[in-house]
């Protein structure tokens, strides 16, 4: 009876020490996501100590993602080659030490420098990540296991708004930064309860690949994030050349080529046996491809509502990074438990009806903020709307995830990291671009064409205030500034009147067109698998299980 308790005790046990290493995988996502996760609650912040505008601290979050997007899938064959745990623990150094830098950076430029080096880290912890799942769980374990790194992330982001919040409002946003630096070190001590992998020194690194991959990224990333900069068509004064035509399209186009051009070369390699940087299998099926087209639609839809958000709340009402985090303390928190429970339908509904529901959620949440929101993201019903998305927003992040995950080998667990790394990274700076881009661009043609058609700011007036850089101001620097000038206290106010008006109904058209890119987004995921696990043989390989319709 005693050998049979000790027996139940040690299973027990063992049962709850198998899942330590997923401490440091958690805590490695969790880094990453809390850091991309505070620069927005930080805006204020850091607009007021630096003396920049918002879009510039927004390059922040741009310069991060794209070095992640641009340089994740060499990371994975670094893991590959080197091993995941050695080059995770490397990874895990850089990312403190960026942190260092971050903490204590005295301007823009190197808070932006000190994000590139965050994502120089992060392209590697990304695909390690996966590696690291699939080397110490399999099976349900392993489901469960993606579903927590899914949480993670959620999780992050709503310690990122809480913690950023309080120390952003009482102390200063620099602290938020400097706990990173303790947590870093927490995560390497743990990377030694993991199991080890000793890497294929058989893997060699495809350099054409690494910089056709890197150049079209960050191409299409840096494009997106001037395109109000530079124009959108035509080149404007801040240009850094004029050719007539704006440069910042032109480096999308360009960032596509090259993208085209890498999965030529890819393509290429791989019918030479020699090894691609990316292994085509794992995108090699339509249902595969929706889901990479899917997750980057709803990774920038995230981005986007992260950016826009903070930026209303500190920027526009003048409010406090606290008051940002209690906004968006509903999202986040529908986010994280949608994450973590959604694998309990899994069972009940195919992966194409939880995609589909999942964008519906999210157009009919979008669509609801765009109606009901006053400029006071403290209402009940705007709360109602940031609920909805973040359902969907949870739910599809973790499915489309977990798709990627099961239709591959483990073998190529590293290759489907980078995948996802690239697309949600890319999808991250595409977001935040286009939203800060998009805002702008609706702000300044409103805020304009309303100035020219009130009869109580004549010309003269106008002459006096910088109409060619209209940026989102609050009231009260908006009145300071027109103070300024031989307006009357009439004039005034009608000028505080149109600029509240034109930032709500650039709020309100920014939403809906997120949420038509929603709708459409409703269509890669009508091609996602459409398969119960009790309907797929056992005996059928992992691909074909993914590819079963």
């Not at 070095?67 to 895990?92: E, S, T, Y």
């Not at 695909?127 to 469960?144: C, D, K, M």
Request: proline share 5%.
């Amino acid at each position: 009876m005693a050998t049979h308790s000790m027996s139940i005790g040690a299973i027990r046990e063992e049962a709850r020490e198998s899942w330590v290493p997923m401490i440091a995988i958690a805590l490695g996502q969790m880094i990453m996501s809390y850091n991309v996760a505070s620069l927005p609650v930080a805006l204020g912040g850091m607009v007021k100590s630096f003396g920049v505008p918002p879009t510039t601290v927004a390059t922040g979050v741009v310069a991060y993602s794209m070095l992640v997007a641009g340089f994740v899938m060499l990371g994975a064959k670094l893991a590959q080659r080197f091993g995941a745990l050695q080059v995770f623990r490397f990874a895990v150094v850089l990312f403190c030490a960026s942190q260092i830098l971050m903490t204590f950076s005295p301007t823009a430029t190197l808070m932006i420098t000190a994000q590139a080096l965050c994502g120089a880290a992060g392209a590697v912890i990304v695909p390690s990540l996966v590696a690291l799942i699939a080397e110490n769980y399999t099976g349900r374990q392993q489901a469960t296991a993606v579903g927590a790194l899914g949480s993670a992330r959620a999780a992050a982001g709503v310690l990122a708004f809480v913690i950023g919040g309080v120390l952003g409002t009482y102390i200063g946003w620099r602290p938020a930064f400097g706990i990173l630096i303790a947590v870093s070190a927490i995560v390497f001590l743990l990377s030694f309860r993991l199991k080890r992998d000793y890497g294929r020194p058989d893997v060699h690194i495809d350099s054409l690949g690494v910089v056709l991959a890197a150049s079209a990224i960050v191409l299409i990333s840096f494009g997106f994030n001037n395109l109000n900069g530079w124009g959108l068509a035509l080149a404007t004064a801040n240009a850094p050349f004029d050719l007539g035509l704006s440069p910042a399209p032109i480096m999308i186009v360009l960032g596509v080529v090259l993208g085209q051009a890498f999965l030529m070369w890819t393509h290429r390699r791989q019918a030479a046996g020699k090894t691609p940087l990316l292994a085509l299998e794992v995108i090699d099926s339509p249902e595969e491809r929706c889901a990479v087209y899917a997750l980057f639609a709803v990774v920038a839809l995230e981005a986007a509502l992260n950016f826009t958000v903070p930026l209303y709340i500190q920027i526009v009402q003048g409010r406090s990074p606290l008051a940002t985090a209690i906004a968006m303390m509903p999202f986040n928190l529908t986010v994280f438990f949608t994450a973590m429970l959604i694998v309990n339908v899994y069972d009940r509904l195919t992966p194409r009806q939880i995609g589909r529901y999942g964008f519906l959620l999210c157009t009919v949440g979008l669509v609801w903020l765009a109606v009901v929101v006053r400029n006071d993201w403290s209402e009940v019903p705007v709360l109602i709307g940031l609920v909805l998305f973040g359902i969907g927003q949870g739910s599809l992040v973790t499915l489309l995830f977990n798709v990627l995950v099961t239709a591959s080998p483990k073998e190529l667990a590293g290759d489907v990291g980078s995948l996802r790394g690239t697309t949600q990274n890319l999808a991250a700076a595409v977001g935040t671009a286009v939203a800060g881009a998009l805002l702008v661009g609706l702000l300044s043609a409103i805020a304009l064409s309303s100035i020219a058609a009130s009869p109580e700011l004549p010309k003269e007036i106008q002459s006096q205030v910088d109409l060619d850089n209209i940026t989102f101001v609050s009231n009260d620097r908006l009145r300071s500034v027109m103070e300024s000038t031989t307006a009357t206290p009439q004039q005034v106010e009608e000028a505080v009147r149109v600029n509240t008006e034109a930032r709500l109904r650039a709020l309100k058209i920014g939403l809906l067109i997120m949420a038509g890119l929603a709708l459409l987004a409703i269509i890669p995921a009508g091609r996602l698998p459409n398969y119960l696990p009790g309907e797929i043989p056992s005996d059928a390989p992992t691909g074909d299980r993914a590819r079963s319709t």
